[in-house]
């Protein structure tokens, strides 16, 4: 299996200001084929649903407002907020699905300063 | 609108069974590989089991390989998760979670829509 980790477990941010969460792979997740990475990153504020933020490691999915951004590719991968706002308050989990089965990052907890 | 409702958590004891449904709505459930998705108390999310849009292919979890059967009626767009011989570990807020679309690979995947979840605690 692949094993997602991320870093910091927790950061907290001012508002405003930019929030970095990093994740690294135990294998590369890259997909020569295609030149695709098999990356996944998601948003869970409590009391809701897990929410799709990027895929492919950086393409933003509908509706997911531009501050959010994602990068990397191979292992590393980095999400990033840019201007943290209070809706952002939550935890965000990447995740390979790039073989089965589809694993998740341990989870990095975002909160204001 | 994309609506996934999960029904069928509870309370039950080691050892025992349970069922899980998810109701979708809102899209054409038969072209989309389904899956479950847990998170434990104070846990991470844990994928748990996918099935393919046809319902001709599963993929399991090791942890629960052999104990849950996921299935699915597209004529009543429904997903399902049997769960017998429940553990303590097991305990967890269920989700249900829709494949997203051009993102897949066989058992495997991203996941576009979630359910809300529904508890299972296996406790004596």
């Known amino acids: 299996d692949i094993v997602m980790t991320q870093s910091p477990d927790s950061l907290a941010v001012s508002l405003g200001e930019r929030a970095t969460i990093n994740c690294r792979s135990s294998q590369s997740v890259l997909y020569s084929s295609n030149n695709k990475n098999y990356l996944a990153w998601y948003q869970h504020k409590p009391g809701q649903p897990p929410q799709l933020l990027i895929y492919?490691?950086?393409t933003r999915e509908s509706g997911v407002p531009d501050r959010f951004s994602g990068s990397g590719s191979g292992t590393d991968f980095t999400l990033t907020i840019s201007s943290l706002q209070a809706e952002d308050v939550a935890v965000y989990y990447c995740q390979q699905y790039y073989s089965t089965p589809p694993t998740f990052g341990g989870g990095t907890k975002v909160e204001i300063k | 609108e994309v609506q996934l409702l999960e029904s069928g958590g509870d309370l039950v004891q080691p050892g025992g069974s349970l069922r899980l449904s998810c109701a979708a709505s809102?899209?054409?459930?038969?072209?989309?590989?389904m899956s479950w998705v847990r998170q434990a108390p104070g846990k991470g999310l844990e994928w748990v089991s996918t099935?393919?849009?046809?319902?001709?292919?599963?993929y399991y979890a090791d942890s629960v390989k052999g104990r849950f059967t996921i299935s699915r009626d597209n004529s009543e767009n429904t997903l399902y998760l049997q769960m017998n011989s429940l553990r303590a570990e097991d305990t967890a807020v269920y989700y249900c979670?829709?494949?997203?679309?051009?993102?897949?690979?066989?058992?495997?995947?991203?996941?576009?829509?979630w359910g809300q979840g529904t508890l299972v605690t296996v406790s004596s």
């Open positions: 979670a829709k494949g997203a679309p051009g993102i897949a690979v066989a058992g495997s995947g991203a996941f576009d829509y």
């Open positions: 099935i393919s849009g046809s319902g001709d292919s599963t």
């Open positions: 809102g899209f054409t459930f038969s072209s989309y590989a």
């Open positions: 492919w490691a950086s």
